[in-house]
Every structure is written in C-alpha cells, then in structure tokens.
C-alpha cells in the first residue's frame, strides 16, 4: 500500500531536549516536504527535498533541521525544542521527476501532534 | 514569492444547499491548484487538481472547482452540500520553476459548517 508513515504520531516533550520525528514513504517519489499546522493560520512549510541531498528551507524553518540521505527517508530535527513549537506536524511527498512524471498529488502522513512544555 | 488567500474563515450553510468557497492566488505564470479536505482529528485528503487543459475539474465526493486565469482564482463549488461535508478546505498553490525547484504554498483553510 502506497504510504507515508510518521513517528511518533503523539510526543510530549520539555524546553530543549532534542527530538525528531521520522518520515518514510514507499513510493519512490523524489519529493518530500514538512508543514505544521497551527490553528487560524493553515498548513506552513517548514523544509522540503527535491531529491536526496538537496534540501531548501520552507516559510517557518527557524529551530528545525532535516536531512535527505536516502530517497525514502526524511526526518524532522527540533534541537533544541520551545513551547512555539508545539504544533501538528505532516510530512508529504509528490513525485517530482522528469516532465510528465511530477507535480501528482500530495501525499500526507497522518501528522505527528507535538507539545513541548 | 507566491501566496494563497482564502477570504472566508468560517462559513455556515444548511444541508442541501450549494456551496462556493473561495481561493485567490498570486504567482507569476499558472501554477499546480489543489484542494484538499481536513475533517476534525484528520489528515489531509485530495479532493482534486488542477494542472492544465480544461479549466472545470471535477473532484471527489460531488465536488467541483473551476480555474479562472483572469481573476486569479480557483474557486471550489458543490450544488448541495451533505452534513457529512463538514470539515475545514484548504486550497493550495504548487509552482514549479526551471531551476528544478517547487514550493507547495497552502491557505489558511475554510472552516464548513452544516445545519440540518
């Protein structure tokens, strides 16, 4: 079954001890991107990859880290978590190859609730 | 950079009446337009795209948006809406760029309520 797959789906955390969330998807899509979700202010993206090893910062990338090394792969790293960062966090891919092949629909992993008190 | 404006923060409408909501984006050229449901405690689902061609696209679950270049817009409608259609819409802007980048830009999303 074609899927993106987050964890934890639940996490309560304090100020500064480091965390990451994971995300993996089955689809080979080249693609991957982290949003948050706060209330009255939408879906904001936080990082995406276009293909592994190359990453770009989103909107609000101020206190998270990612990385790509492998194509399937693509976690979130708080270093140093704060109260602001509690959120609902979603992880998506779209396959992004040659023309013809990209911009398919958005796949989304079920989000990971975070709080950190 | 590109932007995704959704005027209606919360709309109301009873059971079997139509709906509209509405999407104002700005990008340069025309780019990748979705709109995606969220019910309460849910992840996002795709109700349906726009990436070229005709400029009506119909979606999931009876719903339909129509692409209008002159306006900017990507308004979303459904003749009659069903109490199960309660959920929170958010319209979004895919642009792709020569460079081999895409950013995926979202709005704040259109809360739906419906009376019986």
């Known amino acids: 079954e074609a899927q993106v797959t987050q964890n934890p789906r639940y996490l309560i955390t304090v100020t500064g001890k480091k965390l990451t969330v994971t995300c993996s998807q089955n689809m080979n899509h080249e693609y991957m991107s982290w949003y948050r979700q706060d209330p009255g202010l939408g879906l904001r993206q936080i990082y995406y990859s276009m293909n592994v090893e190359v990453t770009d910062k989103g909107d609000v990338p101020e206190g998270y880290k990612v990385s790509r090394k492998e194509k399937r792969n693509f976690p979130l790293i708080l270093e140093s978590p704060s109260p602001n960062q509690t959120s609902l966090y979603f992880c998506?891919?779209?396959?992004?190859?040659?023309?013809?092949?990209?911009?398919?629909?958005?796949?989304f992993g079920e989000g990971s609730r975070l709080t950190v008190l | 950079a590109q932007s995704v404006t959704q005027p209606d923060i919360h709309i109301t409408v009873s059971e079997g009446a139509s709906l509209e909501l509405r999407c104002n984006y700005s990008?340069?050229?025309?780019?990748?337009l979705f709109w995606y449901v969220q019910s309460p405690g849910q992840g996002l689902q795709l109700l349906l795209k726009?990436?070229?061609?005709?400029?009506l696209v119909q979606g999931i679950k009876g719903f339909e948006a129509e692409f209008k270049r002159s306006q900017s817009s990507f308004n979303l409608r459904k003749p009659s809406v069903h109490w199960s259609d309660a959920a929170e819409y958010f319209c979004?802007?895919?642009?792709?760029?020569?460079?081999?980048?895409?950013?995926?830009?979202f709005g704040k999303g259109t809360k739906l309520s419906v009376i019986p």
């Open positions: 990008y340069g050229a025309t780019p990748y």
């Open positions: 726009y990436f070229s061609g005709d400029t």
């Open positions: 979004a802007v895919g642009s792709p760029s020569g460079a081999g980048s895409y950013q995926l830009t």
């Open positions: 998506a891919s779209i396959p992004w190859g040659p023309s013809g092949t990209r911009g398919g629909e958005l796949f």
